[in-house]
Structures are given as C-alpha cells and as structure tokens.
C-alpha cells in the first residue's frame, strides 16, 4: 500500500513539476479498508489515461493533474475529502468516484459548490435524478438497469418469478438494486414480490449468516439470488449457501467487482454471473486493445479488469469532452462540452450520446459468467 | 514738616522717590525667576523617568493578562507553542523596574513599596504560570477524552457486529437443522410437517439468545449514550449519578446476559468464542467508559476539577494585578509628594518677592495721597462748610447753623452769621403750621373708626348717584376694593329686574320694600337691604345710603320650600307602600298604601293600624316584635299576611324604621310589599327539596322526618309501626344493559306500584339509586305485614313494559318493627336493610322480618379475624401437604404445603374463608414466613424418607411480595434451615405478576438467582398470556383444576389444556395438573404428555404422618 502511495506522490509531483498550469482533477475512493482493491484499480484506469495524454503533450498545453484521496468507503471520510479537493486544491472536477453510500454525501457538496462528478463507480439513483443533477455526469447504467436485465434473463431462461431471491447490502446500494429488480418483477406481472426470500447484511462487516438463514428458510427454495453486495461478503454469502443449496445460481451486479469475486472465491467457482458494465476482455473492441496497451505501459504490475478498465473507459469520455472546449477551462464549460457530446465513437462499438436531460453515458450492459476461474461471456441462452 | 515747601518743591522730590523704587521692584524679580527655573529643572530630572516607567510596566501587566487569555482561550496545545514567549515581557520588566529602582532611591518609603511591587510580580508570574499548566493538563484531558470517544465509538460499532454476527450464526444453524429435518421428512416419505414438533426440537434457546444478544446491543448503545452524557454534563454529582444509577445498571445488564450467553452457548465452541470476545469487548468499553484511573469518568472528573482550580488561579492573578497597579499607583504619589516639596520651597521665595513689591508700591501711593492732600486742603475747607450748610437748610433742617469765628472779619464768617438769622426765622414759622395740621387729622381718624365698625354698606353718594366715599363693610358689599368702587354709579349694583334708572327709583320703591336684588361688582348676584336719605349742608346736598347683604338668609328660606315639594313627590310615586304611624296610628300614607289595602287615605288617616291585620292577635304580636326591635334603635323587617280592605289576604313584606330611633314613640315609617308570589314560590321550593325528583316519593329527609314522627306517635300510643326496606334485584344489570333512561323508567313504575300496593296513609320513600322504603303505622300483626309483603313483591314482580320491551324483575325486601327491633330512626332502618341483605342472601325476590342473628352474622367475620390475630399466637395453624404425582415413574415427587387452621372456637375453618381475612389484614406476611419456615424444617426433619429430590411447594401471597424483602428472607431461611434450594417450589398466582411487574420481576430474578423453583399457580384463570410468562424465570406451571376437572366432559376445556401443556414444553416450563380426581381426567392427561399431577384421585392434603405413609408405598397409575 505505501509502496502504491509513494508513487502516487512521485506521479503527482512529476506532474506539477511539467507545467506551472494543470487541469486540476479529483478523485476520492477507497485505498484503504475492505474494497481498497476496486478503489486502487478504478485508480489506476483513470491514471494510466491521462498519464497517456500527458505523455502525448497534454491539451492545450496543459497536463492533467490527478489528485487522489482515501475515503475507506466510509461517507464522512468522502464528504471531508471533497471539500478539501474542491477548497484548497481548486479541482475542476471530481472523476471515477467510488461506492454508493460516499456518493449520497458527496453529490450534495459537490452540487453546492458547482463542480463536476464525472464516471462515479456508482449505478444509484442518488447519481441518476431527473431531470438530471447538472453537475453530475454518468458513464454507466444503474443497478436497477443491472438487475432488471437480470430479471428479465432469469425469467427469459424458464425461471419462475417465485424462485429469485434477494442478497443486498444494508445501505443505499443494495436497496438500489433490489428495488430495481422488484420494479421489473412487477412490469413482468409478479406483485407478490413480498413473498420472495431477501436477506441483508451490514456495510463493511462479514455477517452474512442470517442472509443465509433467510434463503434456507424460503418456502420455495430459490433457484437464483440476485445479489448487490461488495465482493467478500458476497463470497462469504455465496460459499455457505452452495453448502446447503449447491445448484443455485448468484446473479452480482458489477459493483461487486467480478475478479475480487473470483479471488475470493477460490475454488468455489461455479454458476456466477456478474453483469458488467464494460465489454469483456474477450470482446475485440478498440478500446479495449487501447487500454490493455496503455495500462500495461503505465501500471505494468497491474492486471487487466474490468474496474481499471471502467476507469480508463471513464477517463477518456472525459478528455473527449474536454478536447471539445473553446476558450477557458471552467467547471461550466466542461459540463456544457460534454453534454454537446452527441454521437462520439471511442471504441465501444457504439456512440455515446449525451445531452443536457440525458447525463447517461449508456444503457448497455455486458454479462459475465465465471468458469474454470475465468469470467468469460455469457449470455442467457446459455443458462444451464 | 512740608507746611513750609513749595508746591513745585513738593514734585520734584516725588519725582525721585518714584525712580528709586521702580529700581528695587526689578531687582527682585529677576532674583524670584532665577529660583523657578532652577525648581523645574530638578522636577524634570527626577519625576518624569518614574512616571515613564510605571507606565511602561503597567502597559506590561496588560500584556502579561493579554497573554495569559491568550492561553486560557487556546482550543488546543500546539496554539499554545505559538504564543509569544513570556521573557520578553518578563525582560523587559525588569528594564523598568531598575528605572523604578533608581527614581525610588531617595524616597522615604520607597525601597519598601518597590519590593512589594515586586513581590507581588513574583506571585503573578507563579499564578500565570500555575494557569499555563492548567490549560496544559485541559488539552491533554480533552484530547483523551476525545480519543476515548472514538475508541468507544469504534468498540460499539463492534460490539454491534459481533452480536450481529453471533445472531446470524445461531439463525444459520437453525435454519440448517430445520432443513435438515424438512429433507429427512421428505425422504422418508412422510407427510407430517408438525410444526410443534420442529420448534421442540430447534427453537432451543433461540428466544433467549436472540433477547440476550439485543439486551446486549442495547446496552452498549446506552453505555455509548451515557459517555457522551459523561462528558456534556459539569457537574461531578451528576457524573456520579451517572456512573451509579445508570451506567452501573446497564453494566450489571450487560454482565449478566453477557454470562447468560455464554452459558446458553457453552456447547458452541465457535459462537462460545465470539461471546468470550464479545464480553472481553464489553469489558473494555466498560473500562474506558467509567472504570481504570483513566476512564472518561475519571478524565472528566479530572477536568471539571482542574477547570475549579482555573478559575480559582485566574481570580489569584487578577487580584495579584490589581495589587501591583495600586502599589504602582503608591510609587507616583510618594515622587509626587517628594516633588511638591520642591515646588513649595520656590513658591515661598515668590511669596516673599511679591510681598515685598507689594510694600514699595504701597508706600509710593501713600505718599502720592499725602501730597495731594496737603494742596487741596487749603483752600477747599472754608467752602465746603458754607455748601453743606445751604444743602441741610434746603432738606428743612432748619435747626443748621454755621459755626462762627466771632474774632474773624473774613467774608466767610460774615456770610455765616447772615445764615443763621434766616434759618431761625423760618424755624419758628414752620412750627406753627404742624400744631393746626394734627388737630384736624384727630377728628378724622374717629369718625372713620367708627364708620368702617358699622356691618351695614354705608356710602355716600352725590344727587346722581356717583359713589363719594364709603366704610370698609361696603367694600365686603360690593366684593371690591375702595379704590375701584369710588366714582363708580350705585345704579349699576341693581339687577336689570328692579328698574333702577335712578335714585329717584330707589326712593319710590323704598315705600314698599327696602329689600333688592342687586349684584356685586364682579356682576354675581345678592339680595341687599337698603335705606337711601338726602343730606343738605348749606349749599352742598349729597346722599347717604346704607346697605346689607341679605342673601345668605334668602337661600336658606328658598331651600326650604324646594325641599318639602321633593319630599312629597317621592312618598307619593315610592312603588312600596309608606305609612308614617304614631301610636300605632296611621297618620299618613301614600298612593300605593291606598293601592295595597285598597283604601281612601282620607279615610283611613288617623285610624288604628289595627285594620290591617286579620285578629287582633296577629296585630298584638306583631306590635310587640316589632317595637322591641325599634325601641333597640334598630330597623325591624318582617314578613307577615295582611289584610286589604276588602276583607281579601296576601302576604305583605314589612320594614319599618323610627324617625328618631332614639325615641321610637315620636313615630315610625313602614314600608309595605305584597310578596303573596315570592311566598308561594318559596314554598314550592320546599317542597321540591323534600321529594324525589325522578319518582316524586319523599326523600330520605322527610322519610327521616316521617319515620320521626311516626315513632313519636307510636310511642305515644303505645302502637307499633314497621319498616320496608326494598331493593330490586339486579337493578344493575337493566341499567347496563337497557341503559339508565330504562332503568330511570322502571323506578317510576316501581314507585307507583308501591304506592298502590299500600294505604293511602302508609309513607313510601326512596333513599336513592334502587333503594325503596315504607313506613306502615299501627301495625296489628305480623300476619297482615307480611301479607302487605307478599302483596308487594307481587306487584314489583309483574311484567314491565320498557320501550316495547318486556323485563320482569324481582325484589327483596327486609321489615324491621319498632319497638322491637329498634327504637330509633337510623337502627330501624339499619336493621331493616340488614334484613333485606339476608333476604338477597337467600336467594332474592323474598322478604325477611329482623332477627339479631342477622347482626350477629356480619359480626363473625370481626369475631374470625380477632382469632386469627389469636391462632396466629397460639399456633392452630398448621400445615397438610397434598402429594404430587409423577406419572411415568408412579413415584411422589413432590407435596404441596397447604395452610389449616382448626380453631377453638370456630373448629375447622375453610381456607377460603379465612385466607382473605389474613390477606386484607396482613396476618398473611408472618403466616407466609410461618408456613415457609414450617415446609423447609419439615423437609429437612424427613429428608432422609423424602429423597434427595423431592420438592416441597409453597403458596406465596401477593402481600409477601410487597416490600421487597422476600428474596432476602427465602435467603436467610435456607441458610438458616440448611433446606437446599432446589427442593423448594414456591407457586406464585398470576395476579401477582400482574400487580407489581417491575418488583415481581426483580424479586423473581432474585429467587431464580438462589435456585428455588418457581411455580406459576392456578394457571389459566388469569391473564394467562405467553409473553408474559417469557418475562419471568418461571420453571413450573400449575394448571388449575377447574379445568381439569372438565376434560373430559367440556372440549373447550380440553383444547385449553391441550394448548397449555404444547405452549409450556414451547417455554420448556414443567407442568403440574391440579385437582385430577377421575381416572378419565389422568388418561387425558396421561395421552397429552403431562406427567406431573396431584389430586384426590391419589390423595387428598394429608398430615405430616400420612404423608410420610403415603411416601412409602408407589402408586398404580395404570
């Protein structure tokens, strides 16, 4: 961890020292603490782009300067790290911020002091308002997207509605998925949505136990749970139940971070999905050959996933809209340039739209299913 | 000497003189400034450093104050780093006091003050830095403290987690097990899903964990709470009360289910290992909350002490300040003493300068005024003399004379002797002049006197009418003063009215009257007697008039006639009736007098007030109330029936009242109301009071009265009377159920059914709610009263129709007879009621004649408890015990001590009977102890037959739990007795854990905590609730026998019990079947597993001896 610090420090200053003039930009996550892994990751995707433009001579001259600060995934800890970048380091915006609960506290702030959040890791409503915050822009879908699309794919594949079962985390997060999945079991026509096994568990603790007891105790024992939860809980979650219940199926959305799954996992590795929100690393999408270069350039020692890769995809749409601006670089100028960003194409194999009621980067998502200890490609006709 | 000079000599030798002393007077100003220069310099050299230098330390000690706020507001120690060093301040005064030092050295007092200066400087810098360590050790405590808070913080967020994670893992494993178990079921192909049976086999000790853990929870969120009251509140008591009332509760909550916990979850190694850290967590919370030496309870009572020495270290300092300005001030006024020393030195050597100029000045003038004189003088003397004489003659000294130098020629003296011949002259002339002058004025002053004594106005006036001159009265006529009214014409002083044009006028009118309406000169008006005649001297002819002012006795004659006519008018309009009598003679009265006795006042003026009454003895008494009230000077008011002319009575209001009160018999005034309708309202009002509204029977006042009386009259005659007292049965039942209009309209019709049923002159009263009497007079037998009975409840017993409703009701009634049964109202009635209650007794809609057993009845109970107190004494009390069955073994597990009471005077008494009698008189707290002590030394008198097993229960009353004390004595009493703890049951009622929760519930605890059994008695005739049962550390559960003994007949009954017997194995609660006395009801029993059973089937409540019998031989259950 120090050793990641350290080199944070030396990029910085490597930086500073380029151009007297750079293009302030935040970001608060998590480096410390029981996600620090996606925090460190979503770090590195956003880093390794912009290192890359500054490589390549910055824009306008100028550099980008990235300035990083550890939240533990804990609220207080992003609400005072905002301040502090917004206040004293006079950032433009704040990019590829980490985690749910962190973000109810710092959109408010960030909404006060008119600066941009941008590509937040986040797929809660809290990010998505309509009409939407001005000062809030999103890469990805919402988990209420995530799971319904896992609603729909479990119904699609012969799934009775009675058979899905919930695992959330206790706070904003979980409830964002769970609500999301609940509100397409009823646009497919189940209201009994009551009836449905849900378990809980508290933030940043392992006790998964009585979530477990939940889905035992189900009248009908459930053959898939659609989970929203942070990855070592749900791995907790996921071994005690295949004890009892060794054919269900774990739907996780992409918060969970699929690879700190997999790791966590170990050998237990079967019937996991995990809808993502990036194309997989199979897939033969520019940019993904772009990030997989560009990532071993910068973070040699890191390996490819789908979070970096989140960053990284976040980092460019950004540049993209900065690169649109005329004249002076303000909070303002850069949200109006990338809400005039209609129709570009950076190797996602479709064109991002945006606009100023549409703060949504896509609405597309990309399913994985994990197997022999590698996430590969699923899609729903291939349910066992 | 200067006689001889010259004038022009005199000059010249002024001249030099002058000279000379202008000389001498610079001299000795130069000489006077040479001394003030030299006086200001010393003041400079000396003064003004001192000054400078108090000054500068007391802009010093400002800044030390400054500094020293500066460190009392610091928020945190690293500010206190970044405060300004004190020894600069401390350098730079000591600077000044050296400066000080030295200014001071030549000063009386000086070297003591400065060193007090300075030894108070020196207590200052000790305060400040007593203040400096102080704020030092504030920042050090607050930041421990606010570490603590966050360690706390973080022990209860994890604390919360491992209760969280020790729940989830107890839920987990049941939740394993029941599929388990579901599966096996499903395997094996049966179709049972018994819920009872799953939840017997996994519900273990679920419930109590899950309570334990959150009772865990909450109390380290309240332990949590408390820290922060810790460290908000100032005050140490309030810490104090703290830590001991509440934190001390949460904490012994705390330890006791962190122990339970662990006890519950001693098979669990894992979970037993998250409780042992769970509890160690506890203990550390605990220890940082209020225990160890640095706990936040310590810290804070370390702070609140140490902010008490800050403030006390502040007041020093200041005070120390305060002290070292006031000795500064003493330094300035010891160098301003020293300095007005000098100052007054060369203020003297001025004086003396100017005293000295002063003199030289003094006597240049005094010579300039010498010489002047010495001129003048010669020739102005003679001239002088001649001009004062001339002045004094012309002020009519005429005595002045000139003195003359006989011997002398000069022109001056013979024009002074010429002087003096005319001014004797005119001497002698003007006497003669004065002596006629003062004869005239003499005469004059006489005349006056006289004329201004006379009261009469006396003018004198000229033929038209001008006033000339007048007396002093006319001024007080006429409201003016002399001066304005001389000149002026007397017509003017007549109202327009009289037509006074002139004087001629007067003296025409004066032939009728001499008395005028005039007005004064400020035109108010006054009546006056006047008398106007000529007067002629020689050719001079003027007027005379005198005049008086009358109008003070016109008023008084005007207001005397006005008042009479008002007096008149108000008798005759007055809307009362007035008569003005003497001697009981109507000597006058008014209109509406005439109007009440329909009369003629001119008939009926001077006769006897006798006509207005109706005898002659109403007219006699009423003369002599009246007028003994009157001749007391008093008002008499009275109501009395009167008489109107026309032969016609009504009741007439008096009130009458002496003219002089001291002599009634110069005659009174009488006011008379007719009150005929006030009268008879009054007397309906009466009625009202005395009579039931509802049923308009007479109520209990007049039946009282009544009931009196009648006694009066039976007494009298010999006779005898009875009394009803009647009550409907079940009054209550109608009113709840048909409402009170209902009830209210059945009274009526009971009323009127009462009164019918008895004679007309035979008296029916209601005392209130449903309670009827009557009073029958000269009763001849009792044969015929009982008939008026029968007849009565007859008629009360018929159908009623209430709102289309039909309802029959009944009665019972109680007869007491005077003389008999009573002689007086309150036992007659008494007596009857008690009669009536022996007939409800009996069975209701029957009456009862009084016996004295009936008293003798309510009596017993008062005679039971006196020997109660007695049996108590006297040991009749005494215990059986009723042995307890175990089914399965067909072994005596046990016996119930019952209490028996086989009295002297009463023989056997029922417990029923007497058990509530202790209960209400308290007897029950020493029988209880009694009966306690008596089971455990039995037991432990046949421990050896009984077994090590058995168990001996005890009843426990609710009274025993009051107080507090029962645990304490249970305690004492096994320790005493040696009586194991776990051979003791005690059955415990549910209305005592319904009474007293809080204290049931400890006092509970605390026997579970010492290990008897406890035993819930009676158990499905109360409140029966299974939550409450949860709350108590019941073991055993008493079902009681009134539903025992209908199992078998009654399937309600059969269900309860069947649902008691599933619900206690649920709270694993033994159960204990009361009362079985059919093999029927111990098969039922037997089939729905209860296993522990007592009852006349195996025996009834049996004497140590049989018990002991009974022991020994082992039951056929079969």
């Not at chain 1, 129709?343 to 994985?368: E, F, K, M, P, R």
């Not at chain 2, 599966?183 to 939840?199: A, F, G, P, R, T």
């Not at chain 2, 096994?974 to 204290?999: F, H, K, R, V």
Request: net charge negative; charged share 20%.
């Amino acid at each position: 961890m120090i050793k990641i610090i350290v080199s944070f420090a030396l990029w910085t200053l490597s930086i500073t020292a380029y151009s007297a003039e750079t293009i302030k930009i935040g970001m608060s996550v998590a480096l410390t603490g029981p996600v620090a892994t996606m925090g460190d990751d979503m770090y590195a995707g956003v880093a390794s782009y912009f290192q890359y433009i500054n490589q390549q001579g910055g824009i306008f001259g100028r550099q980008y300067e990235l300035i990083v600060r550890d939240d533990g995934y804990e609220p207080v800890r992003a609400a005072s790290n905002t301040r502090a970048l917004i206040d004293n380091e006079d950032v433009l915006a704040l990019i590829g911020n980490l985690g749910t609960p962190t973000a109810i506290v710092t959109v408010p702030i960030a909404q006060e002091k008119k600066i941009l959040i941008f590509g937040a890791l986040s797929g809660a409503d809290v990010l998505r308002v309509n009409p939407p915050n001005r000062y809030v822009i999103n890469y990805r879908p919402s988990y209420a997207e995530e799971t319904a699309e896992m609603v729909s794919g479990l119904l699609y594949s012969g799934i009775k509605p009675e058979e899905i079962a919930f695992f959330t985390q206790r706070d904003g997060y979980g409830d964002a998925g769970y609500k999301g999945a609940i509100t397409a079991l009823r646009r497919h026509g189940f209201n009994d949505v009551n009836m449905l096994a849900h378990g809980r568990y508290t933030r940043n603790t392992l006790n998964v136990e009585d979530a477990v007891a939940k889905m035992l105790d189900a009248t009908i024992q459930p053959k898939a749970i659609i989970m929203a939860g942070s990855y070592a809980p749900s791995a907790k979650f996921i071994k005690l139940v295949r004890e009892e219940l060794p054919d269900v199926m774990f739907l996780n959305v992409s918060f969970v971070g699929s690879h700190l799954l997999e790791q966590a996992l170990g050998n237990n590795v079967a019937n996991v999905i995990v809808t993502q929100v990036v194309p997989s690393m199979d897939s033969n999408l520019s940019i993904v050959d772009e990030y997989l270069t560009i990532l071993k350039q910068f973070f040699p020692d890191k390996k490819p996933n789908p979070v970096s890769l989140e960053g990284f995809i976040v980092a460019k749409l950004f540049h993209t809209g900065v690169s649109q601006i005329d004249g002076n670089l303000t909070t303002e100028k850069i949200v109006e340039s990338i809400e005039s960003l209609n129709g570009v194409d950076i190797g996602l194999g479709s064109d991002i739209y945006y606009a100023a009621n549409d703060h949504q980067a896509i609405h597309q998502l990309w399913l994985t299913h994990l197997q022999s200890g590698q996430f590969t490609s699923f899609n729903w006709q291939q349910w066992p | 000497m200067f006689k001889q000079w010259s004038i022009r000599n005199l000059l010249k030798l002024w001249s030099l003189a002058t000279l000379l002393a202008i000389a001498m007077i610079a001299g000795i100003a130069l000489y006077s400034n040479a001394i003030f220069t030299e006086t200001q310099q010393t003041l400079t050299a000396q003064v003004l450093p001192l000054e400078n230098a108090s000054r500068q330390i007391s802009s010093i000690a400002a800044a030390f104050i400054t500094r020293q706020k500066q460190v009392i507001a610091s928020e945190y120690a690293e500010q206190l780093a970044k405060l300004s060093p004190r020894n600069v301040l401390e350098k730079r005064y000591r600077q000044h006091w050296q400066i000080l030092s030295l200014s001071v050295l030549d000063i009386k007092n000086g070297q003591e003050t400065l060193a007090d200066l300075n030894s108070y400087y020196q207590q200052f810098l000790h305060n400040d830095d007593q203040i400096f360590r102080q704020i030092q050790l504030r920042h050090t405590l607050s930041k421990q403290i606010e570490g603590h808070g966050n360690a706390i913080e973080h022990l209860e967020q994890q604390i919360q987690n491992q209760v969280e994670a020790i729940s989830g893992k107890i839920n987990l494993n049941i939740s394993r097990n029941k599929r388990k178990i579901r599966l096996s079921l499903l395997n094996k192909d049966h179709q049972v899903s018994d819920d009872m049976m799953l939840d017997r086999l996994l519900s273990s000790n679920q419930d109590d964990i899950q309570m334990l853990s959150q009772s865990v929870r909450l109390g380290v969120l309240n332990i949590v709470n408390l820290t922060y009251k810790l460290i908000q509140f100032d005050n140490p008591d309030n810490l104090l009360s703290i830590r001991e009332n509440d934190i001390r509760q949460y904490q012994a909550i705390l330890n006791v289910a962190t122990s339970q916990l662990k006890q519950k979850l001693l098979s669990n190694p894992e979970l037993l290992v998250l409780t042992q850290r769970l509890e160690s967590d506890v203990q550390t919370l605990l220890a940082f909350v209020v225990e160890g030496p640095s706990s936040v309870y310590q810290l804070r009572l370390q702070q609140l002490q140490n902010e008490q020495k800050l403030v006390l270290s502040q007041q020093d300092a200041i005070s120390t300040l305060t002290q070292m300005m006031e000795k500064l001030d003493q330094l300035s006024s010891l160098v301003s003493e020293q300095s007005l020393d000098v100052v007054t030195k060369s203020g003297q050597v001025a004086q003396s300068a100017r005293w000295f100029i002063f003199i030289l000045s003094s006597l240049m003038a005094l010579g300039m005024i010498a010489f002047v004189s010495s001129i003048s003088r010669r020739i102005n003397q003679p001239l002088e003399g001649l001009r004062q004489a001339m002045h004094a003659l012309s002020l009519e000294k005429f005595d002045t004379r000139l003195e003359v130098d006989t011997d002398s020629r000069s022109e001056f003296s013979i024009l002074a002797n010429d002087f003096n011949v005319f001014a004797s002259n005119t001497q002698d002339l003007i006497a003669a002049l004065a002596n006629a002058k003062e004869a005239l004025q003499f005469r004059e002053q006489h005349i006056s006197a006289i004329l201004n004594g006379v009261p009469e106005a006396i003018l004198t006036l000229t033929s038209a009418g001008i006033i000339q001159s007048m007396n002093h009265a006319a001024e007080e006529v006429f409201k003016a003063e002399e001066k304005t009214l001389i000149g002026l014409n007397l017509i003017r002083f007549f109202v327009e009215d009289e037509h006074i044009d002139h004087l001629a006028d007067i003296v025409n009118k004066q032939q009728k009257t001499k008395e005028f309406a005039g007005i004064n000169f400020h035109g108010e008006p006054f009546f006056m007697w006047l008398s106007l005649s000529l007067v002629s001297t020689g050719d001079n002819e003027f007027w005379v008039c005198v005049i008086s002012d009358i109008t003070a006795w016109k008023r008084t004659e005007e207001k005397l006639k006005t008042t009479s006519s008002e007096l008149d008018t108000i008798l005759e309009n007055a809307m009362v009736g007035i008569a003005f009598i003497k001697n009981r003679n109507l000597l006058r009265v008014n209109h509406k007098f005439e109007e009440l006795f329909l009369c003629d006042r001119n008939l009926i003026e001077g006769q006897s007030a006798r006509c207005l009454y109706a005898s002659e003895e109403a007219f006699e008494q009423l003369g002599e109330q009246a007028y003994a009230v009157l001749t007391q000077g008093e008002n008499f008011e009275g109501e009395v029936e009167l008489v109107r002319q026309d032969g016609s009575k009504f009741w007439c209001a008096l009130s009458s009242k002496a003219i002089d009160p001291l002599r009634p018999q110069d005659g009174t005034i009488w006011l008379f109301d007719d009150v005929t309708q006030q009268h008879a309202d009054q007397q309906r009002l009466t009625k009202l009071a005395s009579f039931d509204s509802l049923t308009g029977l007479p109520n209990r006042t007049v039946f009282n009265d009544r009931l009196e009386h009648a006694i009066h009259k039976a007494h009298r005659n010999s006779a005898t009377l009875a009394v009803f007292f009647l009550d409907l049965d079940h009054f209550k039942n109608i009113n709840d159920s048909l409402g009170h209009r209902a009830g209210d309209q059945l009274l009526c019709e009971i009323a009127n059914r009462l009164k019918s049923a008895v004679r007309e002159d035979d008296t029916v009263a209601r005392l209130g709610g449903d309670e009827f009497t009557v009073i029958l007079e000269d009763v001849h037998s009792v044969q015929h009263l009982a008939k008026v009975a029968e007849k009565i409840l007859e008629s009360t017993s018929k159908v009623f129709t209430l709102d289309s409703t039909e309802i029959n009701v009944s009665s019972s009634i109680g007869i007491s007879l005077y003389p008999a049964d009573g002689r007086n109202v309150d036992i007659l009635l008494r007596n009857a009621d008690a009669a009536m209650y022996h007939a409800k007794k009996i069975g209701r809609n029957n009456f009862q004649f009084y016996s004295a057993e009936m008293n003798a009845e309510s009596n017993q109970r008062l005679a039971m408890e006196t020997s109660l107190r007695r049996a108590v004494e006297q040991q009749e009390l005494y215990l059986q015990y009723q042995p307890q069955i175990d089914l399965r073994s067909g072994k005596i597990f046990g016996a119930e001590a019952l209490l028996r009471w086989n009295s002297e005077q009463w023989g056997m008494v029922s417990p029923m009977q007497f058990i509530p009698i202790l209960e209400e008189t308290g007897l029950i707290v020493i029988v209880g102890e009694y009966v306690l002590r008596q089971a455990c030394e039995t037991y432990m008198a046949m421990k050896d037959q009984l077994g090590e097993d058995f168990v001996i229960a005890v009843n426990l009353s609710g009274r025993q739990f009051k107080g507090g004390q029962l645990s304490a004595y249970v305690r004492q009493l096994l320790n005493d007795t040696g009586m194991p703890a776990c051979n003791l049951e005690l059955e415990i009622t549910e209305s005592i854990l319904m009474e007293d929760t809080e204290l049931a519930v400890t006092t509970l605890n605390e026997l579970s905590k010492i290990g008897v059994t406890l035993a819930i008695d009676d158990f499905g005739t109360g409140y029966s609730s299974l939550a409450y049962l949860k709350r108590f550390p019941l073991n055993v559960l008493k079902v009681d026998r009134s539903f025992v003994s209908d199992v078998t007949n009654d399937a309600d009954d059969a269900a309860i019990v069947d649902a008691i017997l599933a619900m206690s194995r649920r709270l694993q609660l033994d159960v204990v079947a009361e009362g079985v006395e059919t093999a029927e009801q111990l098969a039922f029993l037997q089939v729905h597993d209860c296993h522990r059973v007592q009852g006349y089937f195996f025996s009834k409540p049996l004497d140590l001896d049989d018990l002991m019998a009974f022991v020994n031989h082992d039951i056929d259950v079969a």
